[in-house]
């Protein structure tokens, strides 16, 4: 079982909508991230939080907005997505971003864009 | 060049036998080193993370070598649910990025 939780397993939107993904974790880490992952290719980094502020934004078009409430939930805000965002959403924590930290991944959300 | 590499395979070995993975880094300031398991539609599971002295874990062994920037993960006495994606990940803190190789393909063979 995954210690990182996100929810929805599955999301199938139109490019208008307007849905949001939520990611989980109560091992106290505090570092969480942000990757897409296409088919046959490894997860790409979207975002980074780090003590529930941004690190790291890798040039995600804006139509992606992270939020971090608390240090155990991390959102992802999509609006006006494009079929080719279709992919596996994929949250990951850290106890921290450092060395030797790995990450724990949860299960993904599957998104499908219309 | 790729920051990190892989073979992508497939690595098509009968169940019972040796296989080894290398995975380079082009980053020499490179710190910590990890291999996950990725399953089919599934999420990456950490698999272990690889100290500079090596490290085992059961029928799992993973080695570093710092001179030679690369990273192996030898599997012994290969299992069938041993078939997944292997994928290396290389943390380096001036950039405080993990960094993931693409992934070896491995399928064992009853």
């Known amino acids: 079982d995954t210690e990182v939780t996100q929810t929805p397993k599955h999301l199938v939107m139109g490019m208008t909508n307007k849905k949001s993904l939520k990611c989980e974790q109560h091992?106290?880490?505090?570092?969480m991230y942000w990757y897409k992952q296409k088919a046959k290719k490894p997860p790409e980094l979207m975002f980074v939080?780090?003590?529930?502020?941004?690190?790291i934004n890798e040039s995600v078009p804006s139509r992606f907005s992270p939020e971090c409430p608390n240090s155990s939930l991390l959102n992802l805000h999509l609006h006006a997505l494009q079929p080719e965002d279709s992919a596996l959403y994929l949250c990951a924590s850290s106890q921290v971003v450092g060395v030797g930290q790995p990450q724990h991944f949860g299960d993904g959300t599957r998104l499908s864009i219309l | 060049r790729k920051e990190v590499e892989q073979d992508p395979g497939p690595f098509n070995v009968p169940e019972g036998a040796t296989v080894a993975f290398n995975c380079t880094y082009s980053n020499s300031a490179s710190q910590s080193f990890f291999w996950y398991r990725q399953d089919c539609r599934k999420e990456p599971k950490l698999l272990m993370s690889v100290y500079s002295s090596g490290n085992e874990d059961g029928r799992f062994t993973a080695q570093l070598n710092r001179a030679s920037q690369y990273i192996s993960l030898l599997i012994r006495d290969s299992k069938l649910s041993d078939s997944a994606t292997y994928l290396c990940v290389v943390f380096t803190s001036g950039t405080y990025k993990y960094i993931f190789g693409t992934g070896t393909r491995l399928k064992v063979l009853a």
């Open positions: 939080y780090s003590y529930e502020k941004l690190s």
């Open positions: 091992m106290g880490h505090r570092a």
